[in-house]
Structures are given as C-alpha cells and as structure tokens.
Nanobody, 116 residues
Framework: QVQLVESGGGLVQAGGSLRLSCAAS????????MGWYRQAPGKQRELVAR???????NYADAVKGRFTISRDNPKNTVSLQMNSLNAEDTAVYYC??????????WGQGTQVTVSS
C-alpha cells in the first residue's frame, strides 16, 4: 500500500504563486508515473501535470508555461510549482501515483483558492 500526502495549498491572490508537495510513504517516486490532478466544484477531475518514471512531463494546455512538475527521488516527493495563478485554477489538487497498468494511488487532496 502507498500513502500520498499533499501539502502547500492555500489562499493566494490572482497573479501569485504556490508550491504543492506530495510525499509518498514508500520509495516509488522514481519508478511510478506521478501526477497532479485537480477538481473544481461541479467539474470532473482533470489532469494538471504528469511526470513519467523516465522523466517525461506533460501538462494540461491551461497550465502550460505557468506550472512545473518535478520530483525529488531521494526524498520521495513530487512538487507542483504554480505561477501566475488565476481564478480558474481554484480547485482541490490531488497527487497520484500510477503503477502503470496495475494500480493507482491517490492523496486526500489540498485546496487551492485564487482570489481575483
């Protein structure tokens, strides 16, 4: 079993920045694909950014150029640096670990609120 714990959410003004972190309970960050997802009220959960075990990243079009996903293998953490935040970024952000083709693990989520 894998536990994922997110931190770093909060309230920020439009144009500001936040850095989310996700800590894994086991040494999986270097071997699983890791992702950040978000779910706004009344909307489906959507992919924000993902990094494969090989280091390939992909981003949702809405966050390209503003968000950066990274991982620290020795610390078993994955981070999401979010810059130039706007009201549309308001959502609960979830960390996920993908054991590709086998199982997905999810964190409990952290709220990000951007005031305009």
């Amino acid at each position: 079993q894998v536990q994922l714990v997110e931190s770093g959410g909060g309230l920020v003004q439009a144009g500001g920045s936040l850095r989310l972190s996700c800590a894994a309970s086991r040494s999986i960050v270097s071997i699983y694909d890791m992702g950040w997802y978000r779910q706004a009220p009344g909307k489906q959960r959507e992919l924000v950014a993902r990094i494969t075990s090989g280091g390939i990243t992909n981003y949702a079009d809405a966050v390209k150029g503003r968000f950066t996903i990274s991982r620290d293998n020795p610390k078993n953490t994955v981070s999401l640096q979010m810059n130039s935040l706007n009201a549309e970024d308001t959502a609960v952000y979830y960390c996920a670990a993908h054991w590709v083709g086998v199982k997905d693990y999810w964190g409990q989520g952290t709220q990000v609120t951007v005031s305009s």
